[in-house]
């Protein structure tokens, strides 16, 4: 059934029987665990230094993504990067879930909307504002999404239990990495908002649809907070994604 709105983005059908189902042409071959990192050059050092075999694609017309096995002592866990945006992160969530991954930890950057936040602070968004249209097909219109709360709580004990400082709160997931302005980003931010990203929304309402186990760790990376963006070199922070990739994978191995 479809619930009619004045606008499309707000219209949703509770149908679950869409006309392509990625089941229908994927393979279930994958491990159950799975690390999607947004971070390729480090993910390219780490594979070189692992010899990690590929073990899939996510194929596209653009680029095919390669799907790479980390083993531990016990577990096989899957690494991947995603499409970007909300649309691609669905599409990545939906064709790994096809291919057998089961539980997902996210890692990536985000802007900080935070005033005074530091490069490199590890953030657990516990849910985001949903400035995207993706998730509107997913679930029905809500001005937020929140993130499952048992993977998620996961998380954060195990980032406790390592030692690792971190900080829980809002995303903004927008469309529009050139719309953001400063009186977007204080309306974000004086209603929770700390971080802002194109993905997180997508990410968690896939994850609710299907009742997915599902987290991500973000860091702070370049600063929006002000009346001047600052970049603050935040896609050249190598030890800091090297190190969130490393704790995804401990924090995965024991999901």
Known sequence: MIIKNKYPVCEYDTSRNPIINPADFLTKELPSKCVIT??????????????????????SEVLDIPIYEYKTSTKRICITMPFLTAPGAAATI???????????????????????????????????????????????????????KAT??????????????????????????YRETPEMIELRRNEGCITVEMETAAFFAVSKYYDIPLAQLLYAGDDVSGEKWDSRNWNNRKNIRLNLIFTALKLIEEL
């Open 38 to 59: 947004f971070f390729r050059k480090e993910l390219n050092q780490f594979v070189e230094e692992k010899n990690l075999p590929v073990i899939g694609y996510l194929h």
């Open 94 to 148: 939906e064709e790994l879930h096809a291919m057998g991954c089961d539980e997902f930890i996210i890692c990536g950057g985000a802007g900080s909307i935070k005033k005074d936040s530091k490069v490199g602070e590890i953030i657990v968004p516990i849910a985001a504002v949903r400035d995207e249209g993706t998730s509107y097909h997913y679930l029905e219109p809500s001005r937020e999404v929140e993130c499952h």
């Open 152 to 177: 998620t709580d996961f998380v954060i004990s195990g980032l406790e239990k390592l030692g690792i400082p971190y900080t829980t709160g809002k995303t903004w997931t927008t469309d529009a990495i």
